[in-house]
């Protein structure tokens, strides 16, 4: 019989450690293998049962799936530290006007264009994209996590107010709520050890008492008969 374990795909920016943490202090029988994916790839790795769950964001295609919403991320854009953008707290998409903005193919947040004027080409990656904010070919609109991940000392970000977000979610085929699951479901969710992890509780079994003792009638005292 095959030992029981729970695969957890992740995309990129992406970091569960802080629960994977609380897995090895709940279910320390079972090991929790992480399995890094590319957003694109994300729910079609799940749906192929390649993962029993995925962090990933949305918008996604969720047909055949589960998905909770977590958190919502910020927007930031990418600039050289050089960027007069980089002197804002904030910026507006207003601010973009005249610079080129990179879309790349693999963007998470699912505009159809976003502000400023668009490259000549669609850099294939995120990854890429950063390459050419670096080269001085445009600006980047991401998620703060990916604005992270891809960390330059050359580059910095900003806020973008008024701009779509995206929002990371755990994802798993519908058909398949397993214990471990529920158990997963529970930890991201912050749910206690002693908690019912969202299961109806079992009825409570009816006390059965034992009948009152009768209390023996008492005997009525005759009086005593006149003479």
Known sequence: MTAPSFRLAYVPG??????VRVWGERVPDVPLTLVPVPAADAAALVRDHEADAVLLRLPTDRSGLHAIPLYTETTVVVVPKDHVVAAADEVTPADLAEDVVLHPVDDTLGWE?????????????????????????????VPQSLARLHHRRDLTYRPLVDSPQSRVALSWPEEE???LMEQFIG????RTVNSTRGRPAPAPVPVKRKPAAKTPPRKQQRKPRRR
């Open 177 to 179: 709520t397993t214990d």
């Open 187 to 190: 930890i991201v969710r912050g």
């Open 113 to 141: 264009q976003p502000p400023g004027r668009p490259a000549i080409e669609r850099p294939a990656t995120t990854a890429g994209a950063i390459e050419l904010v670096a080269a001085g070919v445009g600006l980047l609109v």
């Open 14 to 19: 992406v970091t569960p450690a802080k629960w």
